[in-house]
């Protein structure tokens, strides 16, 4: 009897303990806030506004940016990587998020998980997974960590 209850007892222990750690559940108004997010971030691209889609960028050193098989660091590179695409003139395709599911980390983290699609004149011209990393700041949700693939063309 005492053996048996010591073994309950340990699997009682361990499940709390396990469960301390999970992740927090899923909080539908923050996946509504974050997808909004997003949705603006897409209609800055589409409208051509440079500044408003990096002013979800966290504006510092450490941000990171994965492309391209190399880890970028800085809010300037990350600007400077997308300047070219919103100069005077040049082309630049729509762009539009699918498959948007958010995490959260904690109170003030959470990691967002979807698709990017280019696209012109219905068509498809790129389209891959992102993650990111975003905390809550005084400013609102910033991307501390951006790490995008392409789909093989």
């Known amino acids: 009897m005492t053996r048996t209850l010591l073994r309950v007892l340990a699997w009682v222990v361990l499940l709390t ?14 996946a509504g806030q974050l997808a909004a997010q ?7 691209w589409n409208r051509g506004d440079l500044e408003g889609f990096m002013s979800d960028y966290a504006r510092d050193t450490a941000t990171s ?3 391209g098989g ?3 660091r800085g809010w300037d590179f990350i600007h400077s990587r997308y300047a070219p695409r919103f100069a005077r003139g040049a082309e630049r395709d729509s762009l539009r998020f699918e498959e948007i599911a958010v995490r959260p980390l904690g109170a003030d983290h959470a990691l967002v ?5 280019l696209f012109q004149g219905g068509r498809t011209t790129a389209s891959g997974p ?3 990393i975003l905390e809550r700041q005084a400013g609102g ?3 501390l960590h951006d790490h995008t693939s392409s789909d093989p063309r």
């Open 70 to 72: 190399h880890v970028r």
């Open 130 to 132: 992102f993650s990111l």
């Open 38 to 44: 997003l949705q603006r971030s897409a209609d800055d």
């Open 141 to 143: 949700w910033k991307i």
């Open 113 to 117: 998980t979807a698709r990017f699609v």
């Open 65 to 67: 940016f994965v492309d």
């Open 17 to 30: 303990a396990c469960r301390a750690g999970a992740p927090p559940a899923a909080d539908p108004a923050l």
